[in-house]
């Protein structure tokens, strides 16, 4: 008997224990989730002392700034209280095997007015410093944007001390007119005028303000979210040592001032080391004629006087000085990014590229009206999102290879293109740019090696010049007037991506277009399925969802 009720406790420790690991296991084997409710609503705000209706989450402008963790996972349930459709896309965060959740019009319906659509969203390894905006029309003209930062793993380390605080700087130009109105002048075949101002975090002049301690060290995460022009950043008598952009640490450089053009973010590290008192936080407009600037204020906590005086200047039609400095922001091999090995473990520069692909921005009157082309194709938006036609297989809404991967030379025509691309290619991408003005790129779902960007016409001659070691990686690139910028991507991101101008107006009138990376697998591995709760509209209405898909 005394054997039996041993062999029984045995058991009875052994599927305790048996439970405890399957506990531990389950607890432990998926990444942490977040939780939001956003509701988007107009709200009557002075940005810039004009009274103007903007476009507010949860009544703030900017809106709630998104902090997270590599892995984690992120619900966002957002009701769209406006009267016009609806979506938010999350500039920078690649979505991995999910551009079922990217937020553009080509891979997403709109969520219509009164209705709500719950985004899931993993950071999959990543880290650093991005923003949200809203996608469709011109609202992104009207606020509805916010600061998104992705923090290193605890096991991960950070090549440098924890700063005393985290501050987002989210500038850009911004117009007086309401979104309609401007979104009114492009749809009639016009440019938009020039800004009628810039405002950092949603507020004119001195009107936003950071407190630091004397002596410690800040970290500053500063995004450009205009709509037409690159900005300069500086901070009066301080030093900037840049540590990150877009997710990479950089080589730990120290700047006066640095540009950041449309779409971009990084991260720089500021010491309160100057005499108690208050400084001017600068930005302004760089390459245009007329020069807009706005300030903040950076408040010593025992601050013995306020700002007085002109802000500093900053430098501002100077195109070599810009390529200069880009030049020189480089990858910091040694540190690690969102895993624990160095960033230059990966030796993009050894790996042959498998494709070619130059793309030529240019401005085109189309049928009387102002359009913007790549590889002389302007883009206009299908009736029906591509990704579901994609996954639908309805015919009619876009034909691969319906966009060059060349320039041609013709003239420039309307079409919805998309371009064909190898899953797990390795590819070369040059932009050139033609034009007078500074372009900005961006491509969703992946971060690219920006390995070369120079003046004059790119020619097979100028990868002799390739940056082929050390290269910033990033998701959003400037290219500057009369000149080009080559890129190396890994395309290793199933999905339907918008590649486009950052610059908002090129971007409505046609300056972007798709990539299509496709895996013929149909595997949970490359690609996860359309979700249960996906939207559907155009030609996609009444179609079947699969009822095993999440």
């Known amino acids: 008997m005394g054997d039996c009720k041993g062999d029984r406790l045995r058991a009875c420790c052994f599927i305790i224990i048996l439970v405890m690991l399957l506990v531990c296991c389950c607890t432990n084997g998926e990444d942490p989730y977040r939780f939001y409710t956003w509701n988007v609503t107009y709200g009557d705000i002075y940005p810039l002392g004009v009274k103007q209706q903007v476009i507010l989450i949860n009544g703030q402008f900017p809106g709630p700034q998104i902090e997270t963790v590599t892995n984690e996972n992120l619900i966002i349930n957002v009701f769209n209280s406006l009267d016009q459709p609806f979506l938010i896309s999350w500039n920078g965060v690649q979505q991995r095997r999910n551009s079922w959740q990217d937020g553009v019009y080509g891979t997403n319906c709109p969520i219509p007015p009164g209705g709500n659509f719950t985004y899931t969203l993993q950071v999959k390894d990543q880290i650093g410093s991005y923003f949200y905006f809203p996608s469709l029309a011109l609202h992104k003209a ?45 749809d009639s075949g016009h440019d938009l005028p020039f800004p009628d101002g810039l405002i950092i975090n949603g507020r004119g002049a001195n009107g936003y303000t950071f407190t630091v301690d004397q002596g410690k060290t800040y970290r500053f995460r500063i995004s450009n979210v205009g709509i037409t022009t690159s900005i300069n950043f500086r901070i009066q008598g301080h030093k900037l040592l ?34 108690a008192r208050d400084y001017y936080i600068v930005a302004s407009t760089r390459f245009t004629s007329q020069v807009l600037a706005t300030t903040a204020i950076l408040h010593y906590s025992n601050s013995a006087a306020a700002v007085s005086g002109p802000p500093p200047g900053g430098p501002t039609s100077q195109i070599d000085w810009s390529l200069e400095q880009a030049r020189s922001i480089r990858l910091n091999l040694t540190a690690s990014a969102a895993r624990p090995n160095p960033q230059g473990s990966y030796h993009y520069g050894l790996v042959k590229t498998t494709r070619t692909i130059r793309l030529a921005s240019s401005a085109a009157v189309i049928n009387g009206k102002q359009r913007y082309a790549v590889n002389g194709v302007s883009f206009i938006p299908a009736d029906t999102p591509l990704k579901l036609a994609d996954y639908f297989k309805i015919s009619g809404v876009f034909s691969l290879g319906s966009i060059p991967d060349a320039p041609t030379g013709g003239g420039a025509y309307l079409k919805t293109s998309v371009m064909a691309a190898d899953y797990r290619g390795y590819v070369e991408i040059v932009f050139e740019n033609p034009e007078d003005t500074v372009q900005s790129w961006h491509i969703d779902g992946y971060s690219f090696f920006v390995v070369g960007m120079d003046g004059g016409q790119w020619t097979p001659a100028s990868r002799l010049g390739y940056n082929l070691r050390d290269a910033i990686a990033r998701c959003t690139v400037q290219v500057y007037p009369k000149s080009w910028s080559a890129v190396y991507i890994a395309l290793d991101n199933v999905g339907m991506w918008n590649v486009r101008s950052e610059n908002w107006v090129r971007q409505y009138l046609g300056q972007q277009f798709y990539l299509r990376i496709f895996s013929a697998a149909n595997s949970w591995r490359d690609e996860y399925p359309i979700p249960r709760n996906a939207l559907v509209c155009g030609q996609a209405l009444g179609r079947r969802k699969p009822n095993e898909n999440f």
């Open 242 to 275: 840049l540590v990150e952009v877009e997710g990479t640490h950089t080589l730990q450089n120290t700047y006066d001032s640095l540009d950041i053009h449309l779409g971009q973010s990084l991260s720089v590290l500021v010491t309160a080391d100057q005499p």
């Open 142 to 186: 009207a606020g509805g944007y916010g600061g998104f930062r992705i923090l290193s793993r605890s096991v991960v380390p950070v090549p440098f001390p924890p700063p005393a605080a985290d501050y987002t700087i989210l500038a850009g130009d911004w117009y007086n007119k309401n979104h309609n109105y401007l979104k009114a002048i492009l």
